[in-house]
């Protein structure tokens, strides 16, 4: 069975708008990870944020990790055309594998 | 520059056939895995490898095999090819990062149609 659930499942905004996106898990983590996936590609790491952290940026990127709520938030910031893709969280939970969630399907509309 | 290659990138076979899907790293990483993804299940672990001569099995082994002869590859086996299992495959590696894991470098997938 999956460990994340993202939330929404699909989102549609306009360019320049913020996109925020969620994931909850189960069970207790070392790590938590973001991906993109643009459609027909393989997934591509966005950023990775440790148990004992609460946030982490990069570039347009910021991310919130809450460990007593088991949960995460992906917000994207003046979203462009070209971040029009699926989005998904990873939960590590101290082993080398991570365990997808089922992702965000994010449109931003030109 | 080191990539994950993926070959075929399209395969179509037919029930009960025996099917290899390659999946090849030039990162130098330890660890390996193979996915599948299909609409509304997101991506599923099938089997993975933390290095040579090691396999593991994931949450989706059934029907599936591989081996890990050196670093650099891990071919998938469907010993017996099942309509079930139409899909798009994905590899991905990663470096040993001690207890947790680290960030993954995926391959651009296989398309698989079984018939």
């Known amino acids: 069975s999956q460990q994340g659930e993202e939330d929404p499942q699909a989102l549609s905004i306009q360019e320049g708008e913020n996109a925020t996106m969620n994931c909850s898990y189960k069970?207790?983590?070392?790590?938590l990870q973001w991906y993109r996936q643009n459609s027909g590609r393989g997934l591509v790491h966005l950023i990775l944020?440790?148990?004992?952290?609460r946030e982490k940026h990069s570039g347009r990127l910021r991310v919130t990790l809450d460990t007593s709520k088991k949960s995460s938030s992906l917000l994207i910031t003046a979203s462009r055309a070209a971040d029009t893709a699926s989005y998904f969280c990873?939960?590590?939970?101290?082993?080398?594998?991570?365990?997808f969630g089922i992702g965000t399907k994010l449109q931003v509309i030109p | 520059d080191a990539e994950i290659t993926q070959s075929p990138r399209h395969k179509i076979t037919e029930t009960g056939r025996q099917v290899t899907l390659a999946c090849h790293q030039t990162?130098?990483?330890?660890?390996m895995f193979w996915y599948r993804q299909d609409l509304g299940h997101g991506l599923r672990l099938i089997h993975y490898?933390?290095?040579?001569?090691?396999?593991n099995k994931g949450e989706v082994s059934d029907g599936y095999s591989v081996s890990r002869s050196n670093t650099e590859d891990l071919p998938l086996t469907l010993e017996s090819a099942a309509s079930s299992q139409t899909s798009v495959y994905f590899c991905?590696?990663?470096?040993?990062?001690?207890?947790?894991?680290?960030?993954?470098?995926f391959g651009p997938g296989t398309r698989l149609t079984v018939l």
């Open positions: 990873a939960t590590s939970g101290g082993y080398q594998k991570v365990t």
């Open positions: 069970t207790s983590i070392n790590n």
């Open positions: 944020i440790r148990s004992n952290e």
């Open positions: 990162w130098n990483h330890n660890n």
């Open positions: 490898s933390y290095g040579v001569q090691d396999t």
């Open positions: 991905a590696s990663s470096a040993n990062t001690g207890t947790s894991g680290g960030k993954q470098f």
